[in-house]
């Protein structure tokens, strides 16, 4: 069911000073930045030879990282994505092992226009899941 590594999301306080330590420091490949208002973020991808790495920094008031960041003002892992082919099926194998689905229930669109859905940190070891079908 579970396929590749998408990417791992950090959380960041200054997304300019982050995107240039990727890119300028480290020499990978960084994306501009993308607001996303819908998810109130803003974005910017690193890519790696084998996976990416999702800067967020939050965008507007109702930012639903805003808090993330409160709590941990360094910045700090926020969420590992993990590619599904069927996404619908993924979620209601997962719902019937007693996995909890955060908002709907419903896959939304998600940074890179594709499904996706959130799986509660509680039940997966303390951390945040993002499906993504691919
Ligand atoms: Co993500």
Redesign the pocket.
Known sequence: MIGKL??V?IVVPDLTAAAAQYGDTLGASVSDAVDLPGHGVTTVFVELPNTKI?LLHPLGENSPIASFLDRNPAGGMH?I?LEVDDITNARDRLVEEGARVLGSGEPRI??HGKP?LFLHPKDFNGTLI?L?EV
């Open positions: 998408n990417h999301a999702e969420h994505c998600g940074a996706v993002e993504e």
